[in-house]
């Protein structure tokens, strides 16, 4: 096995819902190098159920309002 | 695509519609045959690194990748028992079930380099969607549905290629690692769409099975490929083509 050079990564937190009417799940995250890298790993990671529709955001970008405990 | 095995016996040709043009069947044969092993093995060679992936994620990208791969070969082989010759190529299954195989020689063998999966994710995979895409408006439906769900499949298996070049291509040993695979792959990658003008491809074309000839094929590879590879620092001149070693058949380069 050989070197892979993989860059840093950081959190990108994963959402997705089944149906439309349904509310938006955080389903889970991904360690990635990249918004896109983080678009595949997510993809294919949570496959768990076919989404409508599927986001990763990072998580340093998430601004955190309330935070108990 | 070859016509070279234009020597098979025809038969029941009343219950195929396709094509009555012999050097378009043997071709269509070899089509058939050429992507399903290509698919075959590079689905088999990356499964051979899923235990070295990089990361959690990156490996179980990595496993769908090899598991979506085998899927279009295991899609590809049945069309074989549709046409109307006998002695057609059988499917494999473990790679072993006929000594003939139609892939590409960087297939042929375990890679022993993370550099080789990654050149061939980026050179080899994007290269069989190309010919994908041309099948789209083949007059042959049962091809033609299996080729359309292949180009969607793909573009998650560009993005984690794209990500992983990126990976090699941050560090000047890195990069020049993976050059060197690339220098080693593209050139029987690019020989891969066959020669200018070949007979096979053209008989394909006059009878609406394939919607590109050789050279569009190629020149679509390069114009998708190349400045992906160029915008991380990787080098894609090429020389002469050793078409003095090339085996039209299997299409590969000896």
Not at chain 2, 59 to 64: N, S, T
């Amino acid at each position: 096995m050989t070197m892979k050079g993989e860059r840093d990564q950081e959190y990108y937190d994963v959402f997705a819902r089944r149906k439309a009417d349904e509310p938006l799940e955080h389903i889970g995250t991904v360690g990635a190098s990249d918004p896109s890298d983080a678009e595949v790993f997510a993809f294919k990671l949570y496959d768990q159920w076919k989404w409508t529709e599927q986001f990763v955001a990072r998580r340093a970008d998430i601004i955190e309002v309330v935070r108990t405990a | 695509m070859s016509a070279s095995e234009s020597n098979l016996d025809r038969v029941v040709p009343e219950d195929w519609s396709v094509t009555d043009d012999d050097e378009a069947l043997a071709a269509l044969v070899n089509l058939i045959v050429v992507l399903a092993d290509n698919k075959f093995f590079l689905g088999r060679r990356i499964s051979e690194w899923l235990p070295g992936g990089p990361s959690l994620e990156s490996a179980v990208a990595l496993a769908a990748i090899a598991q979506e791969e085998l899927g279009h070969a295991r899609a590809l082989y049945p069309l074989l028992e549709e046409m109307p010759l006998v002695d057609t190529p059988g499917p494999l299954q473990r790679g072993a079930e006929r000594e003939r195989k139609y892939c590409l020689d960087c297939l042929a063998e375990p890679w022993e380099w993370w550099a080789e999966v990654v050149a061939a994710l980026i050179l080899v995979d994007p290269a069989l969607t190309i010919l994908f895409r041309a099948l789209e408006d083949a007059r042959y439906d049962d091809l033609r549905q299996r080729a359309a769900r292949v180009p969607s499949e793909e573009r998650f298996h560009r993005k984690y290629a794209e990500g992983r070049v990126r990976d090699l291509a941050r560090t000047d040993q890195g990069r020049e690692t993976l050059q060197r695979r690339i220098d080693g792959m593209l050139p029987e990658v690019l020989m891969w769409f066959g020669p200018s003008g070949e007979p096979g491809v053209a008989a394909l074309k006059a009878q609406g099975l394939i919607n590109s000839d050789n050279d569009e094929m190629r020149a679509a590879f390069q114009t998708d490929v190349f400045p992906m590879l160029e915008e991380n620092g990787l080098r894609v001149e090429v020389g002469e083509l050793p078409w003095k070693r090339w085996n039209n058949l299997q299409r590969k380069v000896e």
